[in-house]
């Protein structure tokens, strides 16, 4: 595929944290990132992905700069590449109501890292914050903008979650979740105020729970 050559360097750009890695002698480097903290359904997914030395994707950037057709394509290169390597975690809304949301985004960002098919020697994760893990690993403040494998990272949680919460809605056809994908939309509320909730509403969130406990308190 042709690049431009601002689209090399700017590729190239996203790359040094990488680089720098590899300078110091790591190999195989993993970006890992999540998709759905923010959602008052569905799951909380995290990818982790480790990119070839060199690669250089046409438009590979943070999922969220991306149009639903973009990170479709990309999320297919990424996935048939054979030299790209990457593993999924997927945590359920009612673990995310048992444990927080927080704690939940650092399980599934276990589970991607520990789902590679090949065990990475460092990891690069989005993020300030720092899941327990055995693997040397660094947080980058807005790394989906600023690391290449984790910008690929970012675009295999959010396409996964995306076609969940699609397949979700066949289940559950009355809340929307194919428009909004569980977030708290005008429409999403509306529906919430006049269905309630189903299984896959994260009863712990607002204003779910305030919904279920003025139900509570009505019986």
């Given at each position: 595929?042709f ?23 790591y ?53 048939h ?38 065990l ?30 984790i ?69």
């Open positions: 595929m690049l431009s050559v601002q689209e090399q360097f700017r590729l190239q750009q996203m790359s040094l944290y990488e680089k720098q890695l590899r300078m110091q002698g190999q195989m480097i993993a970006g890992v990132d999540e998709a759905g903290r923010g959602p008052l359904a569905g799951p909380v997914v995290a990818a982790a992905c480790i990119l070839p030395e060199q690669f250089l994707l046409n438009r590979l950037d943070d999922s969220k700069k991306l149009s639903v057709h973009q990170r479709d394509s990309l999320y297919e290169a990424l996935i590449h054979p030299g790209v390597f990457y593993g999924i975690g997927i945590v359920e809304p009612v673990d995310i109501d048992r444990i927080n949301i927080l704690q939940a985004t650092f399980l599934a960002m276990q589970q991607s890292v520990f789902a590679l098919p090949k990475p020697d460092y990891l690069l994760i989005d993020g300030n914050q720092l899941p327990k893990i055995s693997i040397p690993a660094k947080v980058v403040v807005k790394g989906d903008s600023l690391s290449l494998s910008a690929a990272a970012s675009i295999l949680a959010k396409v996964t979650r995306d076609r969940i919460l699609e397949a979700l809605d066949l289940e559950y056809p009355l809340y929307g979740f194919k428009k909004h994908k569980g977030y708290g939309t005008a429409d999403h509320l509306k529906a919430l105020a006049l269905y309630g909730p189903c299984k896959i509403h994260r009863k712990s969130f607002e204003p779910i729970k305030s919904l279920l406990d003025r139900l509570s308190s009505a019986m």
